[in-house]
Nanobody, 126 residues
Framework: QLQLVESGGGLVQPGGSLRLSCAASRLTLDSTAIGWFRQAPGKQREGVSC????????YTADSVKGRFTISRDTAKNTVYLQMNSLKPEDTAVYYCAAEIGVQATCVLTRSLYDYWGRGTQVTVSS
């Protein structure tokens, strides 16, 4: 069964860094776009960053641009989200999701994603 498993979350002080991982099983990243989304308490789930099936195109939301970087390792079938200069408002559950199919680009539209992980908690607090 296709599965996405997030890891790397935790408690970090403002200004700190974390690297989230999304390990995928039973799918090939070369034919799958991966997106990172987050949901804070009482708020809607929002898109953070995505990487296309080719790996050559990425998109990052303005709210985290310059601080978060998405990347992938096809040999490990894993996508990463490097988060630097973290702020309290980055506190949320972070989810990765897969959009099956070869696409030239990626978009952070939730309805396009076919499979979701269970999420990992990120808390930014002093």
């Amino acid at each position: 069964q296709l599965q996405l498993v997030e890891s790397g979350g935790g408690l970090v002080q403002p200004g700190g860094s974390l690297r989230l991982s999304c390990a995928a099983s039973r799918l090939t990243l070369d034919s799958t776009a991966i997106g990172w989304f987050r949901q804070a308490p009482g708020k809607q789930r929002e898109g953070v960053s995505c990487i296309s099936s080719s790996g050559s195109s990425t998109y990052t939301a303005d709210s985290v641009k310059g601080r978060f970087t998405i990347s992938r390792d096809t040999a490990k079938n894993t996508v990463y989200l490097q988060m630097n200069s973290l702020k309290p408002e980055d506190t949320a559950v972070y989810y990765c999701a897969a959009e099956i199919g070869v696409q030239a680009t990626c978009v952070l539209t939730r309805s396009l994603y076919d499979y979701w992980g269970r999420g990992t908690q990120v808390t930014v607090s002093s």
